[in-house]
């Protein structure tokens, strides 16, 4: 599918589990808000709307229990966004023919891109 360069992602939300030996994250991000959840370990970044020319970014810290040991970790990143007028799989409504039915439809057709279970692996 040819994705347009005005496309944009909608309600983009990353969320990313921590170990269990963190205690808390402070962060900064430079589009959206982030929370972190100590009781789920959940890292939660809504970053809203992307925006074409500003990169969303997000950078800091996060805190684990006293004495415990750092360890290498691989977090599955989970994103979950949304395209509106995008059909990914390239699918295309050319013409649409409605019967007894008394009023004319309006002639247009939305798309919308949605992500159902997108993981990242590191």
Known sequence: A???TQSTGDNVVISVPMPKE?????MTASVGTYTFDPTSKQLRWDIGKIQPLK???MRGTC???AGAQSRAAHPTIHVDFKISQLA?????VN??????ESYKPFKGVK???KAGN???RT
């Open 88 to 92: 990914v799989s390239g699918l295309k």
């Open 22 to 26: 963190v205690t808390g994250c402070s």
């Open 111 to 113: 798309y919308i891109t």
């Open 2 to 4: 040819v994705v347009s």
């Open 63 to 65: 805190t684990i229990i």
């Open 118 to 120: 997108f993981q990242v």
């Open 95 to 100: 013409r649409l023919d409605m019967f007894n």
């Open 55 to 57: 990169v969303p970014t």
